[in-house]
């Protein structure tokens, strides 16, 4: 398997952090189409049917109306648990940038702003982004918002955007453990895969919008992710051991994706073993309720960039989550989440639905 740009990039001055215009993207060169690249991937109207579109403006018209408005949590989903907290006003914000609202422009161009300025407003001066009440951010929350910080400022070139970017990508490096692992808070802890993918994904973000990571913090990450790898191809929740689950293998895929690893056996195998468990098989789903949304966020992120080797692992999962999602509605038209609530089911939902858009830069095959 061929590790391109993300172990092999240019390396930033001092630690290894700085700003690096010219070399726009981790990936290198893509690999080249494969000859036996026959089917055609479906077009976004074959894909996002008319009902499809009409479930995604009523969810995101649903958190629209759910923003806070004024105050001092101006710009979160809620005033009490999860939606007060940076995680879900992140996936919330991405999941207006997936219909093609930007800070600029677009129905949804005011809630944007709302969200990026309350992520700003959490960014602590250590570079850590979460909200007053930890419990309802951790590593997952603070990656999320690098991840939708990283977009704002591709788009806008925000000096206030790049300057909180800067230390949040500061602090997560410093805090990667020496297995090249993440956990729930921010410091060096054993880490877990479902914290370390937010990481990942999000320092890739970072990177494609004008900043660089070092190249230990780059190898160690490969590493971490090979070493979760099964040999059937799934990943398991900790380096020590753990579960196996679509989310985390999903998620896994994700990473290597994020590194610029796009082919090789470990990319094939994870893949397959995905395809086996796609939506609908066998006799229902087969993802856990405890973390649905998000292992088909990671999922269909997976699928989609699978695309350029394999369109008919695409044509065939979009169109099985899709009717899923449809079918998984109450009768407002919301996701739930047992845990988090409709408004991060919802903003989700919205996501995964909308991927074939193709709006926001880092999730681009």
């Not at 008919?312 to 979009?318: D, L, M, P, V």
Request: hydrophobic residues 35%.
């Amino acid at each position: 398997m061929r590790r391109r740009d993300l172990l092999k990039g240019s390396m930033a001055t001092g630690l290894g952090l700085g700003l690096g215009l010219a070399n726009r993207s981790l990936l290198g060169h893509r690999p080249a189409t494969p000859p036996e690249y026959q089917e055609r991937v479906k077009s976004v109207d074959e894909l996002v049917t008319p009902e499809t579109r009409s479930a995604i403006e009523r969810g995101l018209r649903y958190i629209q109306r759910q923003q806070v408005r004024s105050g001092g949590l101006e710009g979160a989903f809620g005033t009490s648990g999860y939606p007060c907290g940076v995680a879900v006003t992140s996936l919330a914000g991405l999941a207006f940038l997936c219909n093609g609202s930007t800070p600029m422009g677009g129905a949804y161009s005011a809630n944007i702003r709302r969200c990026t300025n309350f992520i700003l407003r959490h960014t602590r001066p250590s570079g850590y982004i979460a909200s007053d009440t930890t419990r309802y951010s951790n590593m997952y929350g603070h990656g999320y918002a690098m991840l939708y910080l990283s977009q704002i400022l591709g788009m806008s070139q925000s000096a206030a955007v790049m300057e909180k970017l800067k230390l949040a990508v500061e602090m997560t490096c410093k805090v990667q453990n020496n297995n090249g692992g993440w956990r729930y808070q921010p410091t060096k802890q054993p880490g877990d895969l479902s914290i370390t993918i937010c990481q990942i994904m999000a320092l890739r973000a970072a990177h494609d919008a004008g900043l660089q990571v070092s190249e230990e913090v780059r190898n160690k990450t490969v590493e971490y992710v090979e070493k979760s790898q099964k040999r059937d191809g799934s990943f398991q929740y900790m380096l020590r051991g753990g579960r196996v689950s679509v989310a985390l293998t999903a998620a896994g895929v994700v990473s290597y994706y994020s590194a610029g690893i796009y082919e090789g056996e470990r990319v094939e195998k994870a893949l397959r073993w995905l395809m086996e468990r796609k939506p609908g098989v066998a006799s229902g789903r087969t993802v856990s309720p405890m973390n649905y949304y998000y292992a088909h966020y990671y999922a269909v992120q997976a699928m989609w960039h699978a695309q350029m080797r394999h369109p008919e692992y695409w044509n065939a999962w979009y169109p099985a989550i899709r009717d899923e999602l449809l079918e998984l509605r109450d009768s407002a038209g919301l996701w739930h989440d047992q845990k988090v609530g409709p408004e991060f089911g919802t903003a989700m939902a919205c996501i995964i639905l909308q991927i074939p858009f193709n709006y926001v830069p880092v999730f681009a095959p």
